[in-house]
């Protein structure tokens, strides 16, 4: 989990820095200049639509961070479990479902030829990191996911989780432009959910690392 901690907080300071520029911008403490004439480089107007989108991309850098995150603890499980050599009949049941539904679409004829230690092997070999949350990441899917593999969920308000995916969704979809999206909010605002984001996944990047120092993969009967 070492890694796990150490690529949230580089990708949590890459985001507090972009949004400390772009706070900065929309109260006029930062500005762009032309360097031969000193001068803005921007219009009034041209200044506006580039905050919207400034905005709206905070909204993409978010959602980054979310399916990383999700994609990342739930890794690092199928991690620990390869590096220990875990065999399938020591797993708890939740783990048990996964890798079965894993197996289930996996291509046999590729999946068999890896299994050469059917209880071990079938464990990691089954594993497809891309299926983990397939851009559908929010509070409700993390809670799904906590339930699916036995670990206990953020006990905290996910609600603003939703509200960057929704407007990722927005923006990947094409159904709002930047402009639109932007401009419902302002930087506090944004700076806000942001915060909560934030809080939220670092209780689960917590959580995850308990569920496995304390081996809870194994188990309980």
Known sequence: ????????????????????????????DTELKQRTLNTPAYSYNERENLLRTFKASAFLLLYNLMESTVTNVVEAIFDELTRKNISFDACRNEIRRVVLANLKECDIDNIIPNLNFLAIDVITKTFRKEKIVSGNVDARKIKDIAKKYGFV?????????????????????????????????????????????????????????????????????
Do not use: C, W
């Open 1 to 28: 989990m070492i890694g796990v901690h150490s690529d949230f907080h580089e990708r949590v300071l890459e985001i507090n820095e972009y949004f400390n520029f772009v706070l900065k911008v929309e109260k006029g």
């Open 153 to 221: 969920p953020p006990a905290a308000d996910g609600g603003d989780l939703l509200t960057v995916k929704s407007n990722r969704n927005d923006l990947a979809h094409g159904s709002k432009s930047f402009a639109e999206v932007g401009r419902d909010y302002t930087m506090e605002e944004i700076i806000n959910i942001k915060n909560k984001v934030i809080d939220y996944l670092s209780i689960l990047v917590n959580n995850v690392t308990f569920y496995i120092n304390q081996q809870n993969y194994f188990s309980v009967t």
